[in-house]
């Protein structure tokens, strides 16, 4: 494949010699033509790859389209509860709780018995207490100090200030505004009596008291408040620094402040079930859409698999025809490198052509889909397609071209240092006939003199 620039020649290096044969005159036209060629030695994907790359693409796409599941935030919530009921019932046998067996404790739906659950959910609620319990009235009551209390979130910062309260004796969140707070401990709270204590109080109280907050409160086990998810306390985080303390989010036809916009998505009132039911966007249904993304990369990952098999067949193929491999005693000369489908330039342009297949196959199906659904409704075609569309997909495709563009960086410098090259030469074999058509046809210039003399005329 090649490129071709036209660069126009200066009018300064172009003689004015009206008399010259056509042929000297051939090197002093107003343009010049600069080839560009891609290094014929360098490794890439035949037609072969690429179409095979492309229909894989083409393929997995299509069944994404057709067999992948829709985002819903109900049906994550649902899988998210199954997985929290089990979290918690594990963990309680690990600490020699006697639990009948899990036939006999779970429904054919996955999900615990209510009595059976409040029992794991209080028993490590009394083997692991945390002080911040204390303060849950300041922390908005049952309903909103597991979101409030930053010790009540699964993430670094929540073990941070589970770490810091044990030196500080007090409780770190946000009030009803989401302004930042403190709050003293009462005199009672659990609280380390040397640095050990306070940070084995810190860590592992702190880590398996929200494993028995995950699932609600033992007086409502399965359905009452769990804890926030990594991205909702993330948000909530964010929502008391000032850099989000002033954004507004749309909600009912009107704005509210961002952090009443997380504290919505967290007690329910946000999203709604088909009946009508709120529907918490805590842990469990931050789990539940986990597992849902993690079904839709199946179709992600069968399209890397296709790829990556056929490029190692390929490759190996092509190796032991050139190595003359007669018998597997002699597959030891064949090197690695040459077929192992790993940092590859043919490789990896492969797997950026079948994920932007994939994902423009899956995008077009998604936008179909939404458009029957929606019937000419934009809000809800909006709704619509982003819930259908695959979301691994789109984040293989850019990882796809981030390690592409590597390897296309490295093939324009090299384009551009040899073109540049040949501008150079070809600008040289131009000046040095310039210099001899100079001196052939010196005889029409004219000197100083002969110059005075005609502008006197």
């Keep these: 494949m090649s490129n071709f620039e036209i660069i126009p020649v200066s009018s300064a290096d172009i003689l004015d ?6 042929d000297e005159l051939s090197i002093l036209g107003s343009f010049e033509a600069l080839e560009f060629e891609f290094d014929e030695a360098v490794d890439k994907a035949s037609r072969l790859d690429y179409a095979v790359a492309a229909g894989s693409g083409l ?27 089990k979290i918690v019932v594990d963990a309680v046998r690990a600490f020699g709780c006697d639990l009948p067996s899990d036939k006999a404790i779970f429904d054919k739906d996955g999900r615990c018995g209510t009595e059976v659950l409040a029992k794991a959910i209080k028993f490590l609620e009394e083997k692991f207490p945390i002080p911040q319990d204390k303060l849950t009235p300041e922390f908005g009551g049952g309903l909103q100090h597991h979101l409030r209390d930053f010790s009540h979130h699964p993430t670094i910062l929540g073990l941070f200030f589970s770490i810091l309260g044990q030196f500080t004796g007090m409780g770190y969140g946000t009030d009803t505004d989401g302004n930042f707070i403190k709050l003293l ?6 609280v380390g009596k040397n640095v050990p204590e306070k940070i084995a109080i810190g860590t592992f109280n702190w880590l398996f008291h929200l494993v028995s907050d995950i699932d609600g409160s033992n007086q409502k086990a399965g359905k009452g408040t769990g804890i926030p998810g990594p991205i909702l306390s993330m948000l909530k985080e964010l929502s008391s620094t000032p850099l989000f303390k002033n954004v507004k989010v749309n909600y009912k036809e009107s704005e509210i402040s961002f952090s009443k916009w997380v504290s919505k998505l967290f007690n329910g009132t946000y999203f709604k079930d088909s009946e009508g039911k709120p529907v918490r966007f805590d842990f469990r249904t931050e789990m539940g859409l986990a597992a849902q993304l993690l079904e839709q990369s199946l179709f ?21 025809k050139a190595n003359r491999i007669a018998s597997f005693a002699e597959l030891d000369r064949l090197d690695p490198k040459g077929f192992l489908p ?4 043919a490789l990896t342009r492969m797997c950026a052509v079948s994920s932007g297949t994939f994902l423009a ?5 998604s936008a179909i889909k939404a458009g029957i659904a929606s019937k000419g409704n934009k809000a809800a075609f909006a709704k619509a ?12 495709f850019a990882v796809a071209c981030f390690f ?7 093939d324009v410098a090299t384009v551009y240092k040899k073109a540049m090259a040949e501008h150079e030469g070809q600008k040289q074999l131009r000046e040095q006939e310039l210099q001899r058509l100079s001196a052939k046809y010196r005889f029409l210039t004219l000197n100083s003199d002969q110059t005075r003399l005609l502008y006197s005329f």
Excluded: Q
């Excluded at 992600?300 to 190796?319: G, Q």
């Design 385 to 396: 397609f982003f819930l259908n569309i695959n979301y691994p997909g789109i984040g293989r």
């Design 17 to 22: 010699i009206s008399t010259a044969a056509s």
């Design 342 to 345: 790993i940092n590859n330039k």
């Design 404 to 410: 592409d563009a590597k390897y296309i960086k490295e």
């Design 59 to 85: 393929l997995t796409g299509l069944l994404s389209v057709f067999l992948g599941k829709s985002l819903s935030v109900e049906e994550a919530a649902k899988i998210g509860g199954k997985e929290a009921d």
């Design 300 to 320: 992600v990952l069968a399209n890397e698999v296709v790829v990556r098999v056929f490029y190692t067949v390929s490759r190996l193929a092509s190796e032991i």
């Design 361 to 365: 196959v899956n995008s077009a199906g």
């Design 185 to 190: 401990f009462p005199e009672n709270a659990l």
